[in-house]
């Protein structure tokens, strides 16, 4: 028979982990977070808070991909609940109107998307996401362990195409990976 945990003690944990991540990351170091079970919503919790307390000469933007559009609208929908002030947060996928595009490149500094778009719609037509590109601050990759095989090798090439990409902008993102 399993015992249950005090949800104040759960709290607590998640806390800790999250103050923990979010410390090794602000450092620019690379962070690898995994959780099971209910605490995963603490690995999404690690990427806003980085994402909001970021502070740089040049705005801050974020990039979270998720490997699925429904996981994408999932966060897009928690991130919105929140109502984070500093906070512009848009889905940029296949199925994002292109007459809401361009408004988002020029506009957001949260932008959550999936390996496949930014591979098609972001890295090929940097040049529109300059702005967004040269504040990049956060990548943000979350379900690390359905990237494997083919689909993770891809992704991995497409994270260090981005990466050069950056650069070109003169940006340094910390790239948190969570499981």
């Known amino acids: 028979m399993s015992e249950e945990v005090p949800v104040g003690r759960l709290v607590s944990v998640i806390v800790a982990v999250l103050a923990a991540a979010l410390l090794i990351s602000l450092a620019g170091l ?5 959780t099971g079970g209910d605490a995963a919503i603490g690995t999404t919790l690690t990427h806003i808070i980085e994402a909001v307390l970021a502070r740089r000469e040049v705005p801050a933007t974020a990039l979270y991909v998720f490997p699925t559009k429904a996981l994408a609208q999932n966060q897009a929908g928690f991130l919105a609940r ?5 906070v512009t947060a848009c889905v940029y996928d296949g199925d994002t109107p292109r007459q809401d595009r361009a408004w988002i490149r020029r506009t957001a500094n949260v932008i959550i998307t999936n390996p496949d778009m930014c591979h098609y719609g972001i890295l090929p037509n940097h040049s529109k996401w300059a702005r967004f590109l040269a504040g990049l601050s956060l990548v943000a990759i979350d379900e690390l362990h359905t990237l494997r095989g083919i689909f993770g090798s891809h992704v991995a090439h497409v994270m260090r195409r981005l990466r050069r990409i950056a650069a070109h902008y003169r940006a340094d993102p910390v790239f948190v990976a969570t499981s």
């Open 30 to 34: 690379v962070v690898l977070g995994a």
């Open 82 to 86: 929140l109502s984070l002030a500093s």
